[in-house]
């Protein structure tokens, strides 16, 4: 254990006397943050709206002033018909059409509940989500003012349509997406670099000879950048939910064991990587071009896989980066149990084991 | 008393025979040449003497280490330093000799003294909180010796330790080997400068993966009526060119 841990501290010496290194590990993630961050504007006001009221009756008008007197909204028309809608998206006049059902009150006053629909231009993700968000909000207040006053409990269902985008990429994407990437680069490229990095330098042979186990050199390498990693994931959280306001609606702790379970996966790729490549530029540019690349188009991060064409679809399915997102846009934004996303996780622990089994079988090869 | 009996050695790498019977016996304080033009077969016995690399067949024991089972007692009990040589450049001289000296399981205090004996040593003491990177080459592989030896090892396996040295350095390297040698530590060096090939107590010549003479330089050079060693070595590994 003694030799293990002289073995650690001489890897965090590397790490905290390399400027370079300590910029990629501490300084991309928090700027890569707060880029996604403050690039998505949060803010809108005034978007232009238009109403397709099939009722016209008094709670209609009443929802349709709340709505207006937010500040969000700004009404473009009233539609007459339904054939109206396409074109006014397409003319590009509205971001937002609200269809209140035939009978609206008296469906209301007779069975208790009624329908609103929400059909947005999703070709703008972000707004529309946040528009949505906006507008059900609205609807969601009205109702329990309503719930408040009446006897018996009212409810309006919002049915939600996005036009042009229904892959629905939403602004809180960027955290999960933004996280995959940070923990391949960090725990994959950086483990994969410094590994080979003694291969080159000649010092693992050193490292080999010494009564050091094979297994501890290796653990003693990924060892810091796992702690590393893990200091990560914490600060990007904290810097979503507290400079961005973005939910964890599921449990912290499962998100948690999730980052980790995937922390494991992306060392475990790094420990492939060094095992094939000779030198730091080759174990780079596997990193890089190989792994990199691939999970931040295939992964869904970029590029809603719902719309990839079928083979790179298909290809998506080997990408790590795909489940784990999965996962995290589950837990945080839907809050997803285990019971939800049991699968993905299932993936990623055979992902991870296989790449254990075949660094083993790589370093074995070598000797 | 021999510290490393070597008895019908087989490497195979598939249908590849990279040491091919070999037999050779080391004695405890002796200064043991390991000769051979690249592709010998070197490397690979000397992966195996250091417990990197198992052999196909033969018996091999190392300080009284079967290198086939005993791989872990062998480690603690052997030095090691290659060409490319084995200090962090990013690591001070202490913080090196503080990993080295953990990674063999010494005690702090055993650390400190070890430092300071070594450095004294070397006359390097003030020099302790210095970055690796910042010394030259001829202190950096002298340090690297030290370093090889901080565990008090039996024997000491140099890979061509002093590749790319110049010739001042690689006498005083020379002087640290004796010293070494005659402290009782067993010295196993391989090398590609001749000239050091005559510093050596006992040489062997490997050729094709086996081990074509074996004997003091001296008998060596009598033996293939030689003027120094370099010429030995051409007659046994090119024996095609004539002078």
């Known amino acids: 254990m003694k030799k293990f841990l002289s073995f650690i501290k001489k890897e965090f010496l590397h790490i905290f006397r390399d400027v370079r290194t300590l910029i990629i590990i501490f300084g991309i993630p928090i700027a890569e943050i707060l880029i996604f961050g403050f690039a998505i504007n949060t803010d809108i006001k005034d978007a232009r709206i238009a109403i397709l009221d099939l009722s016209k009756d008094a709670t209609t008008q009443q929802i349709t002033n709340k709505l207006l007197s937010s500040g969000y909204f700004m009404l473009e028309t009233h539609l007459q018909t339904s054939d109206q809608i396409e074109e006014i998206f397409r003319a590009g006049r509205v971001k937002e059409v609200i269809v209140f059902e035939q009978n609206f009150a008296k469906r209301l006053e007779a069975e ?25 909000n609205i609807i969601y207040t009205y109702v329990n003012e309503l719930n408040n006053l009446l006897p018996q409990n009212i409810v309006i269902n919002s049915t939600v349509r996005m036009q042009y985008n229904p892959g629905m990429k939403s602004v809180f994407m960027f955290v999960p997406g933004t996280m995959a990437i940070i923990l391949i680069l960090i725990s994959a490229l950086m483990t994969s670099v410094t590994i080979t990095r003694e291969k080159e330098l000649g010092t693992m042979e050193v490292l080999l000879v010494s009564p050091l186990h094979p297994t501890h ?24 939910y507290f400079v961005f306001g973005l939910p964890i609606k599921g449990n912290l702790f499962l998100l948690i064991a999730e980052c980790l379970l995937f922390i494991f996966l992306s060392l475990s ?11 730091m530029q080759q174990a780079m540019l596997i990193s890089m071009i190989g792994l990199m690349m691939p999970s931040m188009l295939l992964s869904g991060f970029i590029f809603p896989v719902e719309n990839m064409p079928d083979i790179l679809y298909y290809i998506s399915f080997a990408m790590p980066p795909r489940w784990f997102i999965e996962i995290v846009k589950d837990i945080m934004i839907k809050g997803s149990g285990l019971q939800m996303v049991w699968e993905e996780t299932l993936i990623l622990i055979g992902m991870t084991l296989f790449f254990i089994a075949m660094s083993i079988r790589k370093f074995k090869i070598r000797l | 008393m021999n510290i490393i009996t070597v008895k019908n050695l087989v490497k195979k790498f598939g249908s590849f ?14 200064i043991f040449g390991f000769l051979g033009a690249n592709g010998a077969g070197k490397t690979t016995a000397i992966r195996i003497l250091c417990g990197l690399s198992t052999p196909t067949s033969g018996e091999i024991s190392v300080a009284g280490y079967n290198v086939y089972t005993q791989t872990e007692e062998l480690k603690k009990n052997i030095g090691y330093m290659s060409q490319k040589f084995s200090l962090y450049e990013d690591l001070t001289i202490y913080e090196n000799i503080e990993l080295y000296g ?11 003294h070890r430092t300071t004996e070594l450095l004294s040593n070397l006359k390097m003491y003030e020099l302790k909180d210095t970055l690796i990177g910042k010394l030259p080459l001829g202190w950096k592989q002298k340090l690297a010796f030290s370093v090889a030896m901080l565990h008090e090892p039996a024997i000491v396996f140099l890979d061509e330790p002093t590749g790319g040295v110049d010739p001042v350095t690689r006498r005083q390297f020379w002087d640290l080997i004796y010293e070494a040698s005659n402290s009782g530590v067993t010295i196993f060096v391989t090398t590609h400068y001749m000239d050091e090939a005559e510093y050596c107590d006992r040489v062997t010549i490997m050729n094709n993966g086996i081990i074509e003479a074996l004997d003091t330089p001296n008998n060596l050079k009598e033996k ?11 007659k046994i590994a090119r024996p095609n060119i004539t002078h």
């Open chain 1, 217 to 240: 050199i290796i653990l003693g390498k990924v060892t810091p950048y796992l702690v590393l990693s893990f200091i990560n994931v914490i600060s990007i959280l904290g810097l979503a």
């Open chain 2, 224 to 234: 293939y009526s030689a003027k120094n060693m370099n010429e030995v070595f051409i």
């Open chain 2, 17 to 30: 025979t990279a040491n091919d019977n070999l037999n050779f016996e080391v004695r405890k304080g002796e």
């Open chain 1, 112 to 136: 208790g509940k009624a329908d609103i629909q929400l059909i947005l231009d999703a070709s703008e993700p972000n707004t529309a989500n946040i528009l949505q968000g906006y507008t059900s």
């Open chain 2, 102 to 112: 953990g990674i063999y399981g010494l005690g702090l205090k055993k650390i400190k």
């Open chain 1, 269 to 279: 790729l790094g420990i492939l990587i060094s095992t094939v490549s000779k030198t």
